[in-house]
C-alpha cells in the first residue's frame, strides 16, 4: 500500500513570497490533515478535511493560510505572503475516519523562510 | 499552560537499557492516548494506542496511562540502535465525532551500541 506522498520536500522562499504544498493521501483515506511542525515542537493541526469539506480550520492562519481538497483526494496547503515564523515541517496525514486516532503522516516538507 | 507537557530530551541510553518516556496533561477529557514513533526527516508513525486508563503491552513496548494523575508513559524494554527516534506523546477527546490530536513536543532518544 503507497504512503501519503507530499511534495516538494525541501523549499526555501524569501519573506512576503507565496509557496504551495501538494498532498496525496492513502488511497481510500476519507480524511486529510494538515499539520505544521516547528522545529523542536509537536505536529500542530491546521486543518482537517473530511472528504472535500472542512472538518476544523481552527488553528489555521487565514489572512495568510488558504487550503483545498478539491474532489475529496488531493490537497494543496498555500501561504501568501510567507513570514520568517513560517519556517517548518508542513505534514500531511490521512486517515480512514474523521474519528480515528490513526492517523498516517507523509515524510513532510520542510520550508525556510529567509 | 500548555494541554500536554513532555520533556524535550535529549535522552542518551546504552543498547539494551529500558527506557521510561513520560507525558503529563491538563485536559481531563482526553480519552485516546497515542505514541508516535519519528525518525529524522520523516512523519510520525503510531507506534501505541491505548484507550482510557491502563497498560497494554505489544513486544518489547508497554504504554501505561493513569487518568487519576494526568499521566502516561511508555516504556522500551531491551532498548536497540534502531530505537532512536523522535517519541511524541499524543492525545484527543471524542468531539462531536471527530478527534482531534493535541501532541507533546516530542522527547529525542539516543540508544548507543
Known amino acids: 500500500e503507497a504512503g501519503v506522498a507530499q511534495s516538494p520536500r525541501y523549499k526555501i522562499i524569501e519573506k512576503r513570497q507565496s509557496v504551495a504544498f501538494w498532498c496525496n493521501p492513502i488511497s481510500g483515506h476519507a480524511t486529510l490533515y494538515w499539520y505544521q511542525q516547528i522545529l523542536g515542537q509537536g505536529p500542530k493541526l491546521l486543518i482537517q478535511?473530511?472528504?472535500?469539506?472542512?472538518?476544523?480550520d481552527s488553528q489555521l492562519p487565514k489572512d495568510r493560510f488558504s487550503a483545498e481538497r478539491l474532489k475529496g483526494v488531493d490537497s494543496t496547503l498555500k501561504i501568501q505572503p510567507a513570514k520568517l515564523e513560517d519556517s517548518a515541517v508542513y505534514l500531511c496525514?490521512?486517515?480512514?475516519?474523521?474519528?480515528?486516532?490513526?492517523?498516517?503522516f507523509g515524510p513532510g516538507t520542510r520550508l525556510t523562510v529567509l | 499552560q500548555k494541554e500536554v507537557e513532555q520533556d524535550p530530551g535529549p535522552l542518551s541510553v546504552p543498547e539494551g537499557a529500558i527506557v521510561s518516556l513520560n507525558c503529563t496533561y491538563s485536559n481531563s477529557a482526553f480519552q485516546y492516548f497515542m505514541w508516535y514513533r519519528q525518525y529524522s526527516r520523516k512523519g510520525p508513525e503510531l507506534l501505541m494506542y491505548?484507550?482510557?486508563?491502563g497498560n497494554k503491552e505489544d513486544g518489547r513496548f508497554t504504554a501505561q496511562v493513569d487518568k487519576s494523575s494526568k499521566y502516561i508513559s511508555l516504556f522500551i524494554r531491551d532498548s536497540q540502535p534502531s530505537d532512536s527516534a523522535t517519541y511524541l506523546c499524543?492525545?484527543?477527546?471524542?468531539?462531536?465525532?471527530?478527534?482531534?490530536?493535541?501532541f507533546g513536543a516530542g522527547t529525542r532518544l539516543a540508544v548507543h551500541p
Open positions: 496525514a490521512s486517515s480512514l475516519r474523521t474519528n480515528s486516532n490513526e492517523q498516517f
Open positions: 499524543a492525545m484527543s477527546a471524542d468531539s462531536g465525532g471527530y478527534n482531534k490530536l493535541i
Open positions: 491505548t484507550y482510557s486508563s
Open positions: 478535511f473530511q472528504n472535500n469539506g472542512v472538518v476544523d
